[in-house]
């Protein structure tokens, strides 16, 4: 069974930095495709960044220049580096993998990251 825990949300003020990391895990899994989605009270779940195991990456506009995602493929683990947080960061980070070729994605539970200003 495959599973996918988060950790690194909180509260930081406008401006700041957080790092999310989430870990996969379950027998022989080895995802291809990682990365995270959010959703803000009321929106729907957008994709923030994405990775492939070869490291090829995809950002969201609204946050390029800003996060950097990263993964160490020897733990099944992605990162989400998020700095100069806006107000409009705020929302339910969720992080998913999928395998190669496979529509079916595995989904973390959800971290909060808050944005006060």
């Known amino acids: 069974q495959v599973q996918l825990v988060e950790s690194g949300g909180g509260l930081v003020q406008t401006g700041g930095s957080l790092r999310l990391s989430c870990a996969a895990s379950?027998?022989?899994?080895?995802?291809?495709?990682m990365g995270w989605y959010r959703q803000a009270p009321g929106k729907q779940r957008d994709l923030v960044a994405a990775?492939?195991?070869?490291?090829?990456?995809n950002y969201s506009d609204s946050v390029k220049g800003r996060f950097t995602i990263s993964r160490d493929n020897a733990k099944n683990t992605v990162y989400l580096q998020m700095n100069n947080l806006k107000s409009e960061d705020t929302a339910v980070y969720y992080c998913?993998?999928?395998?190669?070729?496979?529509?079916?994605?595995?989904w973390g539970q959800g971290t909060q990251v808050t944005v006060s200003s």
């Open positions: 990775i492939t195991r070869a490291g090829r990456t």
């Open positions: 379950g027998s022989s899994f080895s995802p291809n495709g």
């Open positions: 998913y993998a999928n395998r190669l070729l496979s529509p079916n994605f595995y």
